[in-house]
């Protein structure tokens, strides 16, 4: 199946305007954080994670104004193992259509990220992160001991 | 990990405002789809599935007007393989402090499903497929003959 490593989610981002609110939220709907880092928490999903991160470091990570994200906004990531693909899968979305927010770059974080719109305004973060290991289907487990 | 398997997305719905133009791009971007039903299209991922769906359609089953959902709308979907369980997260999700959207019901395409936001008005569906099989961590395979 040429596509389905594509076809990956590896992260979802929850925009949140109150993180300690919206952890206490999934805490009491019965979800476990794996990992809380400063401004940021994660979940362990099936395959992917799940994060919390507040709406104006989510908005300045894609390069937009705040406003713009609106009430409920998420992104979805695709990571990869090697800038190469961040960058190839980059220039791909842009040859089908997509929108640039930000071209790929040195995150803070000690990784490469880039972002992209879909033509619907769905928002696609491309990325290496080199603290995550990742199966051959793009998914990744923060409990990996390698990880 | 008690709080794992709650910690799950079976299925991402993008809204998009053309079936066909987002279509062309994911294809264009290399992707490859495993279903196309009558207003709907579905790709294979790493356990989950990415479906694109029609923002009308999908605010109507949100039971939402159209213009809440904005651009870039998409839903993140919980599966579970039993209306029991369906209901108990969603009696969870309200008593963490959820809002409801919609109230868990028999959906017209032949399983059951509820919706309800977080604080931050992230759209959550709780929903039990008959026709998608789940592993034990709520991944779904489209690809899998017993699916």
Chains 1, 2 share one sequence.
Do not use: C
């Not at 099936?46 to 705040?66: H, K, M, T, Y």
């Not at 713009?68 to 090697?82: D, P, S």
């Amino acid at each position: 199946m040429p596509g389905g490593r594509k076809q990956r989610v590896t992260l979802v981002t929850l925009g949140v305007a109150d993180l300690e609110r919206a952890r206490q939220f999934y805490e009491a709907w019965g979800w476990v954080p794996e990992e809380a880092n400063e401004g940021i928490v994660f979940f362990q999903g099936n395959g992917l994670v799940i994060a919390l991160f507040g709406l104006e470091e989510l908005a300045e990570d894609q390069a937009r104004p705040e406003a713009t994200l609106g009430f409920g906004a998420m992104t979805l990531a695709q990571n990869y193992g090697t800038i190469a693909e961040v960058d190839e899968r980059f220039r791909a979305a842009l040859a089908a259509g997509a929108t640039m927010l930000k071209r790929p770059q040195e995150a803070s974080w000690g990784g490469y990220s880039g972002y992209i719109a879909d033509p619907d305004g769905h928002v696609w973060e491309l990325a290496m992160n080199p603290y995550w290991t990742l199966d051959e289907w793009g998914s990744t487990d923060l409990r990996d001991p390698a990880a």
